[in-house]
């Protein structure tokens, strides 16, 4: 059970959040014009990499907002949160 | 005789250096690439091998999972490759002359609502005509084969029926690993542990090689079977994959009398147990939503599980939680698995497998073994492209995992 | 009565009260403080269990949670299988008995109840021993929330155990005055009997308190028997002490071997002498004391046997007073007797192997100490690493970690003053936070302890038959597993190099044990036998939980009706006054239909139906979800989610919409009314709504947070009542008489506010049935009332209450799929014949792009059909497969589709299924065949619309 700082409510247990995958996955600006494979990557295609990673979080259970966070995928360790629509934020590589 | 049940081959494989190179370089030493690396010997005469393991042999999601082999899998191409699979276990101990306590005791899979009804019996019609044996399987036919589960109407969610696969079954994954080793070894194939991939030598468009923490490896070709790792191996050589890790928790009991004669599995409350040879209860918890290699879930999830479990097994109250763990699974947008080539030459792919890895692996090592040696995907691994995510011919298994992911 | 092996006046047992209990069939008598261990120990009985594999007599080994060899059944009060004797506390009327090596678990329900409290600290303490009570001291006078959790009743920890005096004070005193201090800080919560078992991410540990078990048959009813604490600490102190690891040598597994520390604690805890006649067998200073303390109580010490050749001084000193023998330079070679030891045999012993003669000696005990491991579980589960110390042959832990650090014996400490040291400056903040002034609590005094003597790192004693050819004995290394040193060395032997690898290989460490006592000895074992360093071979990991925990204690309340919560309409109690047979759907408990006394399933829902389609029916569809959607933007989002056009609705209009994942697969459908310039409302299918307010939540929020939307759930706000069938118009307007109904005042797809029955309403007519058809939407406390004027009001035109079968059914005899039902997340809006509901004139709405990949274009995609089996009797079972032809070939048979709905039809006086068919629409007048059990029944496939199909119904 992670505590997750929810960027507006404060410090709150995992099992209040929804996971949302990777952040900064913008929907095409002009799906239509995309070949299939660009399609695909952007409707199947996420990166997973071991260590720090951009993902996004609902606090379902709480102010139902969605932020960001650069979490460590190897330790689990939230490195920071940010509001949506913010840059991601430069996290020291641990 | 110790409490294995098993005597044990009095040898299991040499422990020997990485040689300067291969015609294979299998990367990952669990069940998939020890058998990807048997039948490239054994069926494609291909020996000079090597497997990589960065740990210790079958120490990843080998070691971790709760061993249910079944193949009654909904999709054509499901069904093929798992039946396949089955069909070689029904045969496996021979093949390997090692004892893998493979037992065919069945599997229940229990409906608790009015659509599960409707989508067990339709796989189960599906099975039959794929050749895979299904039963659907009314509540007190349930009890018949499993009296302790709880088909009383009055529960939160009734058990409404079951499909069943009276061929299904377990086996001991460590002697399942072990077995495929020990043969593979026996080719001249080199076992080589504690040796970690860092980077893939890609010339012109064509693998021919691989760095590790032994030193660099040549390699003709170059067959990922890293399950929850496979990502980042992929990355080494410049791809990007639908694939997401997760952690997906497993656990047993304390060592009980004979109680639980079958294996069951429930989707809707999220529960698949068996009992082992030994007398522990082994389960399958639920995969955590949020990526993460770490190898440890959250405790919620073994929480919920548990509740889970007693709904179903009511007689589990005072049974113990003796051990906790957890896997890295790779799972895939349609939770099916990726078997075949890859833009790079030379360079193969089998992963994605999720939650459903072991069952396949002696199916999968054999067909994998024929994609490396021929550079074409076997007939039963020809519909697990890649290229699926882009043209949509996508094999939609969500309703077959255990798990919701 | 004092049994035989009790000291009167001994112990912190209370032994003027007794408690009867049953051991393996026989009646024994115990005490207030007792475990079972201690009671049967103090009756003079040390076999308690058989082992599994060899069946061979098995005694207790230890004192506490270390335990591998005790396992006991509690058969009463209630079964409960695989219990350490020596952490089971005695109370009057247990039932036990001693199993070979598997438990049995009861066949009647748990009747206890569990549950789980959340707790937050700045500190948390796990243990009460000297180094936790002063770490938590310490915290507790800086001020700090202090949660202090320890396994025992009792706090002190080893001080329970030994003579050892604090202050000035015996152990158990001072102990016992500390947790007075701490318990009247209004900020620290001490939890006794209560186990940290795991260490999980962000620092929080699990706790299991056992609340009544030591209650027995007393146990309150309405008091939880376990309860998982859930603990969050800013910081940990983890002071869990040591445990003493077991000598390992040729049949080293019979009753009567007992750790050495384990004897005094039975001594000075319990008041117990575990023997009349003891052989100690040490490998360090530890077991000296035990030596000491048994003669000084009684016990005749006939030998230590001390594998070193320099023995320590002053212990040297203190035997000779006493006339023990010291057997320097010697180790135990083996062990006589069955049920019960009667005599060891030594032998001299130097770099590794054995030398000279064996000498026997007789005992009824023999004490062994291998030195110590400490319990550093919890670092481990908290990524901390362990390091190897070649002096103590154990693994310690390496530092602190960021919020944890360990203390006392677990962190190495080796004497009791170094323990109250250690733990003193624990609370502290590590170096990199530290606070100016440091938190600490003073050291007390304690008594001057001699000198330690190195101690030797001993992983197994030869087996002389190695030297002497005679027949080998076990020498165990995993007691419940029965695993020997030889099975390790059969594994090493077969080419096993990593300690995980023969941990599976020989099953040590995989039972109660997990590797307590047992791990390091296996790893030395390989390290000797592959001539590696231990060091670097390691030992297998620790995994939560520390110690077993029963499934129902983690289940905790949510069971039952708690496992998943039951949602139930306003109207509920109606429908079960009314004979409803109910569904699941998601949460929520749906009438599925109103059996008559003695009316079977399928004649209430033919009955159902024809009321629908001949006179009128009312059905609850409150569970429908709903969403309004408010905002200048609610159009635009609408659009951007629905395959349709929204934004053209106009006020007081209503429309059916889809909506697809960007797969452009269908993810649900409804319909939405446009209540306002700015205002929509939306339904979604029962089992759907959360998952499609997330989804649009999801799209506003992370993509178009510049579209002035808000999102709301009002699915319980409403009770939501459709009228159904041709008389629905004169029963709408027998309530509701200010509302004109006429058809040309009312068309379909609008809708109206208007007072029904005196309720404010709004009615929508929309028809999911193909009958002319209102839903009634009126606030959910006003739905009863609405729903008893409307059966008052039907009364006269047969009203006729319908469920969810009979709406299924009306909606299948129009073609209208069920999103879940008639769709797998496969299926395309035009797979569905929905084509039409999907807007060209969009440029881009969620899933428009995927409609183009190439699997989407195919000519044989599944498409929905109609199905008329050629016997007009027999009902499809929903999920059969359909195949080309009569005769099933060898399998793998070619599908051409499925059964997704199938039914009898009043109206069309006959069976008709849907399905979903390769090419379908192209097979429209083809036959198919569907395998069954009992044979081959051929269908015929027809368009999905079997009812109406030119929709004059709807309009009444």
Partial sequence: MQLIPCPWCGPREEAEYHYGGQAHIAYPDDPQGLTDQEWAQYVFFRDNPKGPFAERWMHSAGCRRWFNAVRDTATHRLLTVYRSGEPRPEVPTP | ?405 | ?956
């Avoid at chain 2, 079958?262 to 809707?268: C, F, H, I, K, L």
């Avoid at chain 3, 002063?134 to 001020?143: E, I, K, P, S």
């Avoid at chain 3, 396994?151 to 030994?162: M, V």
């Avoid at chain 3, 009128?616 to 408010?630: F, P």
């Fill in chain 2, 1 to 405: 005789m110790t409490l294995a049940d098993v005597e044990h081959p009095d040898f299991l494989w040499r422990n020997p250096d990485p040689a300067s190179g291969y015609d294979v370089v299998v990367v990952g030493g669990g069940g998939h690439g020890l058998a990807t690396a048997y039948y490239l010997a054994r069926n494609h005469g291909i020996r000079r091998v090597a497997v990589l393991e960065k740990g210790w042999l079958a120490g990843g999601n080998m070691a971790r999972n709760t061993t249910i082999i079944r193949s009654n899998y909904l999709w054509d191409e499901s069904a093929a490759i798992y039946e396949h699979a089955l069909k070689l276990w029904e045969g496996l101990e021979q093949d390997l002359g090692y004892p893998l306590l493979f037992s065919q005791r069945g599997v229940l899979n229990l409906a608790h609502t009015l659509q599960d009804v409707r989508e067990s019996r339709r796989r189960v019609y599906a099975n039959r005509l794929n050749g895979v044996d299904a039963e659907w399987l009314e509540p007190e036919q349930v009890a018949e084969v499993c009296p302790i589960v709880d088909i009383s109407p009055d529960v939160r969610h009734p058990v409404l029926g079951a499909t069943y696969q009276p061929r299904a079954g377990i086996a001991k994954h460590d002697y399942v690993a072990w077995g495929f080793a020990r043969r593979a070894d026996e080719y001249g194939i080199d076992l080589i542990q504690d040796c970690e991939v860092t980077g893939l030598d890609i010339r012109a468009g064509r693998v021919v090689g691989v760095n590790t923490t032994r030193g660099r490896i040549a390699a003709g070709k170059v067959a990922l079977a890293a399950a929850g790792h496979t990502s980042v191996l992929a990355a080494m050589a410049g791809l990007r994959l639908p694939l997401q890790s997760h952690p997906l928790q497993a656990l047993v009991s304390d060592l009980l009398e004979p109680v639980h004669p079958t294996v069951v599995m429930s989707n809707a409350v999220h529960v698949y147990v068996s009992q082992a040879h030994k007398g522990e209860l082994v389960m399958g918890a639920g995969i955590d939503s949020q990526n993460g290699y770490g190898q440890r879930g959250s405790f919620h999830i073994i929480e919920r599980q548990m509740a889970a479990a007693l709904e179903l097994f009511p007689v589990f109250a005072r049974a113990h939680l003796l051990r906790s763990w957890a896997g890295i699974v790779d799972t895939t947008p349609d939770a099916s698995p990726i078997v075949g080539l890859t833009p790079v030459a030379g360079l193969y792919l089998n992963c994605g497998w999720g939650t459903g890895g072991f069952k396949a692996t002696p199916g999968v090592g054999w067909c994998f073994a024929h994609t490396v040696a021929n550079d074409e995907p076997h007939p039963y691994n020809a519909p697990f492209t890649l290229d699926r995510f882009t043209t949509g011919a996508l094999v939609d298994e969500h309703g077959a995992a255990a798990v919701a992911h």
């Fill in chain 3, 1 to 956: 009565m004092t049994a035989p092996f009790r000291l009167p006046g001994r112990g912190l047992v209370d032994q003027g009260t007794d408690l009867e209990f049953s051991f393996d069939g026989r009646r024994y008598t115990g005490h207030p403080g007792d475990t079972l261990a201690s009671a049967l120990l103090a009756n003079g009985v040390h076999r308690v269990a058989t082992g599994i594999a060899y069946r061979r007599p098995r005694g207790i080994m230890s004192a506490g949670v270390e335990e591998p060899s005790a396992l006991v059944q509690i058969e009463e009060p209630f079964p409960e299988p695989m219990l350490q004797a020596t952490t089971v506390e005695l109370y009057a009327g247990l039932v036990a008995r001693g199993p070979a090596g598997r438990g049995r678990l009861a066949t009647a329900a748990d009747p206890a109840r569990y549950d789980a409290v959340h707790a937050h600290c700045d500190l948390l303490v796990v243990g009460a021993g000297p180094a936790g009570l002063l770490a938590a001291l310490a915290g507790a006078r800086d001020g700090q929330r202090v949660v202090l959790v320890d396994d025992q009743p009792r706090p002190g920890g080893s001080l329970l155990g030994t003579a050892e005096r604090v202050d000035g004070l015996p152990g158990p005193e001072w102990a016992a005055g500390v947790v007075a201090e701490l318990a009247a800080l209004p900020d620290v919560r001490v939890l006794s009997r209560t186990t940290a078992f795991g260490h999980y991410d962000d620092d929080f540990v699990l706790a299991l308190e056992r609340r009544t078990d030591h209650l027995g048959f007393d146990a309150p009813a309405g008091t939880s028997r376990q309860r998982v604490w859930r603990l969050r600490a800013r910081r940990t102190v983890v002071a869990t002490g040591a445990h003493e690891r077991p000598l390992v040598f040729p049949d080293n597994d019979r009753p009567g071997i007992m750790l050495a520390g384990a004897a005094r604690t039975y001594l000075h805890r319990y008041g117990v002498l575990t023997g009349r006649q003891a052989v100690v067998f040490t490998t360090d200073d530890s077991a000296y004391a035990a030596a000491t303390d048994l003669v000084d109580a009684g016990v005749t010490v006939a030998a230590v046997v001390d594998a070193r050749t320099t023995v320590p001084e002053a212990w040297a000193e203190q035997c000779a007073r006493r006339g023990i023998e010291i057997r320097a330079g010697e180790v135990v070679t083996g062990t006589s007797g069955s049920e019960r030891i009667t005599r060891a045999h030594t032998a001299p012993y130097a770099g590794g192997r054995l030398h000279g003669p064996r000498r026997g000696v007789d005992c009824d005990l023999l004490l062994v100490s291998g030195g110590w491991n400490p319990v550093a579980h919890l670092y481990s589960h908290a990524r901390g690493a362990l390091h190897y110390d070649p002096a103590r042959g154990a693994f310690l832990p390496t530092g602190d970690l960021p919020n944890l650090r360990v203390a006392g014996a677990a962190n190495g400490r080796a004497t009791l003053a170094d323990c109250l040291a250690d733990g003193a400056q624990a609370a502290d903040a590590p170096a990199s936070t530290r606070a100016s002034i440091p938190v600490s609590a003073p050291v007390p005094a304690t008594e001057p302890v001699p000198d330690q003597t190195p101690g030797l790192v001993l992983w197994s004693v030869p087996d002389p038959a190695e030297t002497d050819g005679g027949e080998p004995r076990p020498r165990f290394v995993d007691l419940q597993r029965d695993a020997t040193v030889a099975d390790v060395l059969r594994a090493t032997g077969a080419g096993l190099r990593s300690v995980e690898h023969v941990k599976r290989y020989t099953t040590i460490g995989t039972a109660h044990d997990q590797g307590r006592t047992s791990g390091v000895i296996a790893s030395g074992i390989v390290a000797d036998a592959l001539g590696a360093d231990i060091a670097t071979l390691g030992t297998t990991t620790f995994r939560p939980p520390y110690t077993p925990v029963a499934f129902a204690a983690l289940a905790g309340r949510d069971r039952g009706a708690l496992f998943d919560p039951v949602r139930v309409t306003p109207l509920h109690a109606w429908h079960t006054a009314h004979g409803a047979e109910f569904e699941n759907v998601g949460q929520w408990k749906r009438p599925r239909c109103y059996p008559r006394p003695g009316e079977s399933m399928d004649r209430a829902v033919l009955r159902e139906c024809r009321a629908a389609r001949e006179g009128v029916a009312l059905m609850d569809g409150s569970t429908l979800g709903k969403v309004s959607v408010q905002g200048p933007d609610a159009g635009e989002l609408l659009d951007r989610l629905y395959t349709n056009l929204i934004s053209t609705l106009k006020p007081g209009a209503a429309r059916y919409g889809v909506m697809c994942g960007v797969d452009g697969m269908v993810l649900d459908d409804g319909t939405v009314i446009r209540v306002a310039e700015e205002e929509f409302l939306l339904t979604t299918t029962t089992g759907n709504a959360a998952k499609i307010l997330d989804w649009m939540e999801e799209w506003l929020q992370t993509e178009w947070p510049h579209l002035r939307v808000t999102l709301t759930s009002v699915t319980d706000h409403w009770v939501t009542v459709p009228l159904v069938g041709p008389d629905s118009r004169a029963v709408l307007a027998a309530v509701a008489p200010d509302l004109d109904v006429a058809n040309a005042a009312f068309p379909f797809m609008t809708w109206r506010d208007a007072t029904v029955a005196g309720i404010p309403a709004r009615i929508c007519r929309i028809s999911f049935s193909g009958e002319l058809a209102y839903e009634v939407n009126v606030r959910g406390w006003e739905g009863p009332r609405l729903w008893e004027a409307l059966i008052a009001a039907g009364e006269p035109y047969g009203i006729t209450p319908y469920g969810t079968e009979t709406m299924h059914v009306l909606r299948a005899e129009k073609g209208y799929p069920i999103i879940g039902q008639d769709t797998d997340g496969t299926v395309t809006p035009q797979d569905l014949g929905l084509g039409w509901a999907v807007s060209r004139k969009k440029p881009d709405f969620i899933g428009k792009r995927s409609f183009t990949r190439a699997e989407n274009l195919r000519p044989d995609r599944k498409q929905l059909v109609g199905l008329l089996p050629e016997d007009p009797s027999l009902r499809l079972p929903e999920g059969a497969q359909l195949i080309a032809t009569a005769a099933v070939p060898a399998p793998p048979v070619p599908m051409l589709g499925h059964v997704t709905s199938s039914y009898r039809s009043a109206a069309l006086g006959r069976t008709f299924a849907l399905a979903l068919v390769k090419a379908g629409r192209e097979r429209i007048g083809d036959t198919l065949y569907a395998p069954l059990e009992e044979g081959v029944h051929p269908v015929r496939i027809t368009d999905p619309v079997l009812y109406d199909k030119e929709g004059t119904r709807r309009d009444g």
